[in-house]
């Protein structure tokens, strides 16, 4: 008997302990994505710093991103997502996700004069418009490609 209910304890202790990891890797504490100032620092910087990159849009300068800001986000983020001109798709970095690229965009055009939200706190429908913009763009660029324009 009384081994049966240690039994049963050390299984209720086992239940309760792996139901515990489990929460505490869905509970959106451990976010497995950078923030925008994070992912601004290690790789958009270099150029969105760079006064001698041609076209560049510098991160602060109100009158660079005014336009932009105003398309509304969807379309800057999904054309810098995609690379548009001498900006390198995803920002020229392999691992980058769309959640860190929608992020580090929000985050610089925030300092510019937006009020963008970060991909936690985005609007589901925002994030629908972001990825039907980079599908278009993918579209329009696949025709591109075949009739041989430049974008
Ligand atoms: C190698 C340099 C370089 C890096 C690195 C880079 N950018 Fe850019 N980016 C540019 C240039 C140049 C433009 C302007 C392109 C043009 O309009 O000709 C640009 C444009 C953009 C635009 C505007 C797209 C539009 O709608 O016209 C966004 C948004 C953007 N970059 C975001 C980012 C983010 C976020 C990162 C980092 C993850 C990043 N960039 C890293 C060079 C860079």
Not at 38 to 56: Q, R
Not at 77 to 89: F, Q
Not at 90 to 116: C, Q, R, Y
Request: charged share 30%; glycine share 8%.
């Amino acid at each position: 008997m009384k081994k049966s209910k240690f039994a049963l304890a050390s299984v209720l202790v086992l239940l309760l302990s792996t139901s515990i990891f489990a929460s505490s890797d869905d509970d959106g504490d451990d976010k497995d994505y950078r923030d925008g100032k994070t992912v601004f620092k290690e790789v958009c910087v270099y150029c969105h710093t760079n006064k001698n990159i041609p076209n560049v849009l510098l991160v602060g300068n109100k009158q660079h991103w005014s336009g932009l800001i105003e398309e509304g986000q969807q379309f800057p983020t999904a054309h810098g997502w995609v690379g548009t001109r001498m900006m390198p798709r995803h920002g020229g970095e392999a691992k980058m996700t769309l959640p860190e690229f929608i992020n580090a965009v929000a985050f610089m055009a925030n300092e510019s004069g937006a009020d963008w939200n970060e991909y936690e706190d985005l609007d589901p429908k925002m994030y629908q418009e972001i990825l039907k913009e980079i599908q278009i763009r993918y579209d329009r660029n696949e025709l591109y490609d075949k009739i041989g324009k430049k974008y």
